[in-house]
């Protein structure tokens, strides 16, 4: 268990990351009920408060948010956000 705080910026940032990865996931037919869950979670916290996540949790955050960020270099985008929240994840 881990406690990050996260900002308006990061909140946004994470959940764009996972909505995907959780549609990516139903159509392949995994189990979608840990991401649906922590989207939940987030989407549920105020901001600028510390949030106690699970190992588990936070491995999916980060591969989630990997993902956009590789997507939006890809497509030569900015990724600032999306290196900021790693960072915190790390």
Known sequence: MRKIKLTRANKSITLKALAPY???????????QEVGKLILKIDSLPTDKKA????????????AINRLRNERLSKGQYTDAADDMLIKLI
Do not use: C, D, N
């Not at 139903?26 to 979608?32: E, K, N, Q, S, V």
């Not at 106690?52 to 591969?63: A, N, Q, V, W, Y």
């Open 52 to 63: 106690t996540f699970s190992t588990e949790e936070i491995f999916l955050m980060r591969t």
């Open 22 to 32: 959780y549609y990516q996931q139903r159509a392949l037919g995994y189990g979608t």
